[in-house]
């Protein structure tokens, strides 16, 4: 079946390291998005690519950094730069969409929950 | 800039009882709207969406309206379930921004049976 992976479900890190959370898709989609979601709030966006080898910063990259060297894969480094990291991540992708085009659904996997020892 | 308010839950209510969440936007543009839900432990579902004025979405017993001369979205549901519980995002995309979403806080719905 058609979908968006996230691994692993569950992610516990000690302060000072860096990991990495994995994003995969084999819907066919161009762009992929990661967003932070802290108790109680909505979703914030931390990276943004439209496109392989290429990707923009969202709202609040500072402390993340991602790679898009494949279609279906876009992960993300929580880097010790992030000062409070502890939150669920989630993934999603959607088709692309030219200037003046609908809108094209964003698919969400089911998220990441890091947490910071 | 862009913004999503919603109204900040929980909201708590018995088995078939009329639901209404609250949405209001502001925009540069014309803007899409839409309503995801999310439970436990998962990720977001799309569960409706509209693209104009007066536009209403509708899905599983759920209904919005577009409504441009007051900014809201408001989600509403005729006899809530408790398999309804999950907490529900509104959403707006503008037409020059790709598929990027703008995102409320959220609104945390608990049903009883």
């Known amino acids: 079946d058609g979908g968006i992976t996230q691994s692993p479900k569950y992610l516990f890190r000690k302060e000072g390291q860096n990991v990495t959370l994995s994003c995969e898709q084999n819907?066919?989609?161009?762009?992929m998005y990661w967003y932070r979601q802290d108790p109680g709030q909505g979703l914030r966006l931390i990276y943004y690519s439209q496109i392989v080898n290429d990707f923009q910063k969202g709202d609040i990259a500072e402390g993340y950094s991602v790679s898009r060297e494949k279609k279906e894969s876009f992960p993300l480094t929580v880097t010790s730069a992030q000062k409070n990291p502890t939150a669920f991540y989630l993934c999603?992708?959607?088709?692309?969409?030219?200037?003046?085009?609908?809108?094209?659904?964003?698919?969400f996997g089911p998220g990441t929950r890091l947490t910071v020892l | 800039g862009n913004s999503v308010t919603q109204m900040e839950g929980p909201v708590t209510l018995s088995e078939e009882a009329f639901l209404t969440i609250n949405c209001t936007y502001t925009?540069?543009?014309?803007?899409?709207l839409f309503w995801y839900v999310q439970y436990p432990g998962e990720g977001l579902q799309l569960l409706l969406k509209?693209?104009?004025?007066?536009d209403k979405g509708s899905n599983k017993g759920f209904e919005a309206t577009y409504r441009k001369e007051t900014t809201s979205f408001h989600l509403e549901k005729g006899s809530v379930q408790v398999s309804d519980s999950a907490v529900y995002f509104c959403?707006?995309?503008?037409?020059?921004?790709?598929?990027?979403?703008?995102f409320g806080g959220g609104t945390r719905l608990m049903v009883k049976p």
């Open positions: 925009a540069t543009g014309y803007p899409s």
């Open positions: 819907l066919n989609h161009d762009a």
């Open positions: 999603a992708s959607s088709l692309h969409r030219d200037r003046g085009g609908s809108y094209n659904e964003q698919f």
């Open positions: 959403a707006l995309s503008l037409n020059n921004a790709g598929n990027m979403l703008t």
């Open positions: 509209a693209t104009k004025a007066d």
